[in-house]
């Protein structure tokens, strides 16, 4: 289910997205990138459109996909 950004709560979508870049074994290449900076790059890519938040009402939890198509 497809969850509107823009209608949560600031602290809500705040606290989601640092518990998506939070996760166990996210890669993110040969350099670590800095908490603060991972939030602030989720933020971005939400109000670019080019991801959007999701809720799995299997597995009880939040993820964010690509709104891009692949090829």
Not at 18 to 41: C, F, L, M, N, P
Not at 45 to 54: G, Q, T, W
Request: net charge negative.
């Amino acid at each position: 289910m497809e969850i509107s950004w823009e209608q949560l709560q600031p602290a809500t979508l705040q606290a989601v997205i640092e518990e998506y870049v939070s996760r166990d074994g996210t890669d993110y290449g040969e350099q670590e990138i800095d908490h603060v900076v991972k939030t602030a790059q989720v933020h971005q890519l939400l109000r670019e459109n080019k991801i959007r938040l999701v809720f799995d009402l299997e597995l009880g939890s939040c993820n964010f996909i690509s709104t891009e198509l692949k090829g």
